[in-house]
């Protein structure tokens, strides 16, 4: 079974300019998590979806950051405009629907790199 | 939200020792994973381990839920054991981690 992928590995742009940052998770996984860890920081959530619907979204940054999910399946996250501070490094999870609590293990994706110059 | 701390925050071993590395946390969790990050950037899962003790090679985690705290044993550690290992706490629906302890393994 494959895990969840992320595009690009790495991204190198210029402040002002926008990326798109996307993940597929595990195929069948309703739950998809967007993290960050900036700076050698700790990771930080940033918003979950189950399937297309944004189930909580409390820590995105700014109005800079827009994620979709379109379809349910995979997702993608905009920066517009980038600034030097949205360096780090962007990580997606996903697991299954929870059933009989609130909890499933998450799989990580290996991340994605983004370098703001 | 919870505060997650680990200890040590770096920590240097001779190939073949040894370590147990700590996660406090502050609150009542739900639920608690372990990672480590590799040196590619990747975070693999070691342990999904609300209470109990689990055991997967030589590594070993103990989650003590009502005294709020994960112990995370490494055995013989080998240089593949190099990266910075994460804790993870799971509430109000999502992950809030520590800032890792960053391990170095020398041969």
């Known amino acids: 079974e494959a895990g969840v992928t992320q595009f690009p590995s790495h991204s190198v742009i210029e402040k002002g300019q926008t990326v798109t940052l996307r993940c597929d998770p595990i195929?069948?996984?309703?739950?998809l998590y967007w993290y960050r860890r900036v700076m050698g920081k700790e990771i930080k959530f940033l918003l979950h979806?189950?399937?297309?619907?944004?189930?909580?979204e409390s820590g995105m940054p700014n109005n800079r950051f827009l994620a979709e999910r379109t379809g349910g399946t995979y997702s993608t996250l905009k920066v517009q405009p980038a600034e030097l501070e949205d360096s780090g490094v962007y990580f997606c999870?996903?697991?299954?629907?929870?059933?009989?609590?609130?909890?499933?293990?998450?799989?990580f994706g290996p991340g994605t790199r983004l370098t703001v110059l | 939200g919870i505060q997650v701390e680990q200890s040590p925050p770096d920590l240097i071993l001779q190939e073949g020792a040894n370590s147990t590395l700590r996660c406090n946390f502050s609150d009542s969790v739900n639920n608690l994973q372990w990672f480590h990050q590799n040196p590619w950037g990747q975070l693999i899962n070691l342990f999904y381990i609300p209470s109990g003790t689990k055991q997967n090679g030589r590594l070993s985690a103990t989650t003590v839920a009502t005294e709020r705290y994960s112990l995370l044993y490494i055995s013989s550690s080998q240089t593949t054991d190099s990266g910075v290992y994460f804790c993870?706490?799971?509430?109000?629906?999502?992950?809030?981690f520590g800032s890792g302890t960053k391990l170095n393994v020398k041969p």
């Open positions: 979806f189950v399937k297309e619907s944004k189930q909580d």
């Open positions: 999870a996903s697991s299954p629907r929870f059933t009989g609590g609130n909890y499933n293990e998450q799989f």
């Open positions: 195929s069948g996984h309703d739950n």
């Open positions: 993870a706490v799971w509430s109000f629906n999502k992950f809030y």
